[in-house]
């Protein structure tokens, strides 16, 4: 998802392709490495080969990292952009599934634990995380709460082929820095000239349109400005 400014409210939608992506850019460097530390092959802990921010009503390939946003659970305002802009830490609860598919009931156990191990790692490596949302949002923050992960496993279901799929879950709090990105709020007086104001303009006698009472703003810019 194309995103043409960071300082926005993103909600939801963006904060699941946010972990998708970077899943998708981390993991298959990361199953390597595991492959080589636990000395086992490419069929033992397959690269997974789909990576979905929505879940599908049928699986058609296989491993498979679905990454969805439940609920949000916190909303905090940590300080203003430009001084006028609430910034906000927004904390989402996620899950991140992991879909995996074996000849039998072993190998298909193994591989979906495995693999639900190394995107823990991944989802835990806070480094990699704040690398990429430095290298592509600049000031952007994006943190996983370590002490809310938790993992859910899966029975085992026969598939055709006398082959099994297996399923987990892991499920954590992200937070995320967004912004209320305040509209400018436009008012023309007599002459046609466009001021950009937070609120209404002055009150004007409905008859002769003269000023009567003039309001007090806390500030009055020209269009183009912010204004508070």
Request: aromatic share 10%.
């Amino acid at each position: 998802m194309a995103v043409t400014t960071i300082e926005l409210m993103h909600g939801g939608q963006f904060a699941k392709s946010f972990v998708t992506a970077y899943l998708e850019s981390d993991i298959p460097k990361r199953v390597f490495d595991y492959r080589n530390g636990w000395q086992v092959t490419d069929t033992e802990l397959p690269t997974p080969v789909k990576y979905l921010s929505y879940e599908p009503v049928a699986l058609d390939a296989w491993p498979t990292l679905i990454t969805v946003a439940i609920s949000t659970n916190r909303m905090e305002r940590v300080g203003y952009m430009r001084g006028t802009e609430p910034q906000y830490r927004v904390n989402y609860v996620m899950r991140t599934y992991v879909w995996a598919r074996g000849g039998n009931a072993e190998e298909a156990t193994l591989c979906r634990d495995r693999l639900t191990t190394v995107v823990r790692s991944a989802l835990l490596d806070y480094p990699c995380l704040n690398a990429v949302t430095a290298n592509d949002y600049g000031s952007f923050q994006a943190k996983i709460d370590e002490g809310s992960m938790r993992e859910e496993f899966s029975d085992l279901t026969p598939l055709k082929g006398e082959r099994y799929m297996a399923g987990a879950y892991l499920g954590y709090e992200l937070a995320m820095d967004e912004v209320v990105m305040r509209r400018e709020h436009g008012t023309v007086d007599e002459d046609g000239i466009l001021f950009g104001v937070k609120g209404v303009g002055v009150s004007k006698d409905t008859t002769t349109g003269a000023v009567t009472s003039p309001l007090v703003l806390p500030t009055t810019v020209a269009a183009g400005g912010a204004s508070e």
